[in-house]
């Protein structure tokens, strides 16, 4: 393989920056040329391809969002837009194609590798970290910190005032975010989708708290969670027990940002390891980070599997709430 493609899709991540580089300078490394294709699968579409070289890559490591910017396609779900795109890779010469995203970002790219042959490579490009394959996802330790910055900050306001706060983040179908930054700000509750909600005990683990001398409270939810979002979860604690309450959704406020560290070096390993699996000839795949290595994963195990939320975490956050 001499000729590959890289394109971002779905919702922007931090850290698909660095892993936009790492796929270009690797494949630069082993000989091959890389196109880069602008705004996802409608780019893919529409013919919109740029020739990259190690240094239209430089000065991105530290950038949020994507240089290649991203969208969604629908036409791109019909057999006559894979056909177009198809048609499009073959004049470009683009044998293989990295598609870094999430879940429908890697739907996609095993729609190009099954009906049409493409060896596709998929890299975990989504804050939710919930895709299987994976322990980590790019953009996932990014968007916990923007979280646990404004959980440290509300904090302050919060035991000044002696309120409760609640705290939406991200996660319409996970809590990832919610149960890793509700940890590590100590909140006094988690409300997340993986796990039932029960606003009474919700509310005596308050009321237990005020008699302990607690003067403030922070409870972060996940957006997707089962009684509502924040707004909905502060009417029915105010209507239950006329708790002043505040909320603070934060929003794609956490999609924003220089990516940590962790995310730099996430999207750099698992960048180049998609380079190395294309260069190998394979596809339909993809790479993830599971017990400090590369792992490679069938693309349709990836939404087929559902990755579990960490059970002792969950345990160990209520138990840190007393």
């Not at 660095?18 to 893919?44: N, Q, S, T």
């Not at 429908?104 to 790219?109: E, I, K, L, T, V």
């Not at 999207?267 to 795949?285: D, N, Q």
């Amino acid at each position: 393989m001499k000729r590959i493609g890289v394109l971002t899709s779905g919702g922007d991540s931090p850290g698909m920056n660095p892993a936009i580089r790492a796929v270009v300078r690797r494949a630069i490394y082993e000989g091959m040329e890389v196109v880069g294709i602008k705004r996802g699968f409608k780019g893919l579409i529409e013919g919109d391809f740029i020739e990259m070289d190690a240094r239209s890559v430089s000065g991105i490591v530290n950038r949020g969002g994507t240089i290649l910017l991203s969208s969604r396609s629908e036409k791109f779900k019909t057999l006559e837009g894979q056909k177009i795109a198809v048609e499009n890779m073959k004049k470009w010469g683009i044998e293989g194609l990295v598609v870094i995203g999430g879940d429908g970002s890697y739907r996609g790219a095993y729609a190009l590798y099954k009906n049409w042959g493409i060896p596709t490579v998929g890299v975990p490009g989504t804050i939710d970290n919930d895709l299987w394959g994976t322990d980590l996802t790019i953009g996932f330790d990014t968007a916990v910190n923007i979280a646990l910055e404004a959980i440290d900050r509300i904090r302050d306001t919060a035991t000044s005032h002696e309120r409760l706060f609640i705290i939406e983040v991200m996660g319409r179908t996970s809590g990832f975010i919610a149960l890793y930054a509700g940890v590590a700000g100590g909140a006094e509750d988690i409300l997340i989708p993986e796990t039932p909600t029960h606003l009474n005990e919700i509310i005596k683990r308050l009321e237990e708290g005020k008699k302990k001398g607690k003067v403030s409270s922070i409870l972060v939810v996940a957006e997707g969670e089962e009684e509502g979002g924040a707004l909905d979860i502060a009417r029915k604690i105010r209507d239950k027990v006329g708790y002043e309450t505040r909320v603070l959704i934060l929003g794609h406020l956490q999609r924003g940002g220089s990516p940590t560290a962790i995310d730099r070096i996430l999207a750099t390993r698992l960048g180049s390891g998609a380079v190395e699996i294309l260069k190998e000839g394979k596809g339909g795949v993809a790479v993830g980070w599971v017990n400090n290595a590369l792992k490679i994963t069938p693309l349709p195990e990836t939404w087929e599997k559902k990755k579990p939320i960490d059970a002792d975490l969950c345990e160990l956050a209520l138990i840190m709430s007393i």
